[in-house]
């Protein structure tokens, strides 16, 4: 996809492509293709929207809409925006301005206790991505309104669009800044799917707090020239470059 649309983002992608396969395709999220507006539904806020093309890739898998679609990401026209789009089937929300998914996030799980309903809303943000104060005014009242139906998932791969993420804005101790805003926090391997299911399938019904949980994932994960290398946030691959990633993540 990001190659022929010679897009961006590859390596944010792969770096959240475990989770949103385990969420999706492990069957965590009740969602389903055939009633994808259903009242009760789980929602999934993708917040790290300009790597769409992995949750337009799974959301494909999961029956959403045909896998066909898929070669016009980022055509003219295309509903496959490069930044991800609610006219889809299966997307709650436009995102890729950075800061404001777990905003709207916050509001859905609210909504649902104040429904009395019982959909679990999740988040998925990246690390760079809060550098955001929105994001943390959001962490701040979440906590505050017990939401313990919400879960922020953060894809930490330790790298956002112009350099290290601590190098940029320090973000370390992470767990501990959730923690001190009185959120319960895992620290999970982000590429391990047997983690992420257990950590996002836990029974939150007698907890009073949001769940962070923290995925330490590896930025370009799977292609050996890609991993944990910056220039793979703008990058699109070349055609050598497409055919060496797809024979190593065919192994």
């Not at 509903?79 to 950075?98: A, D, I, K, Q």
């Amino acid at each position: 996809m990001i190659y022929k649309a010679k897009a961006s983002h590859i390596g944010g992608a792969f770096s959240v492509i475990d989770i949103l396969t385990s969420l999706y395709l492990g069957n965590i999220l009740k969602v389903s293709p055939d009633s994808p507006d259903a009242p009760d539904r789980d929602r999934l806020i993708f917040s790290k929207g300009h790597c769409t093309s992995a949750l337009y890739a799974v959301l494909a898998m999961k029956g959403f809409f045909s896998k066909d679609l898929l070669e016009r990401f980022g055509e003219d026209e295309s509903l496959l925006l490069c930044h991800t789009s609610h006219h889809l089937p299966g997307v709650e929300f436009s995102t890729g301005s950075l800061g404001h998914g777990l905003s709207f996030a916050t509001g859905c799980a609210l909504a649902a206790k104040r429904l009395s309903r019982t959909w679990k809303t999740y988040a998925i943000l990246s690390d760079g991505e809060l550098n955001e104060g929105s994001t943390w005014e959001a962490i701040q009242s979440a906590a505050h309104l017990r939401l313990n139906n919400l879960v922020a998932v953060i894809d930490a791969n330790r790298s956002q669009g112009l350099g290290n993420t601590d190098s940029v804005l320090k973000l370390t101790p992470l767990a501990g800044k959730f923690a001190a805003f009185n959120w319960d926090v895992i620290e999970i391997e982000g590429h391990d799917h047997e983690q992420i299911l257990h950590a996002t399938s836990i029974d939150r019904s007698e907890h009073d707090s949001p769940l962070c949980i923290i995925a330490h994932t590896t930025k370009g994960k799977g292609v050996n020239f890609m991993e944990g290398k910056l220039e793979w946030h703008y990058r699109s691959p070349n055609e050598k470059e497409r055919d060496q990633a797809l024979e190593q993540l065919s192994r």
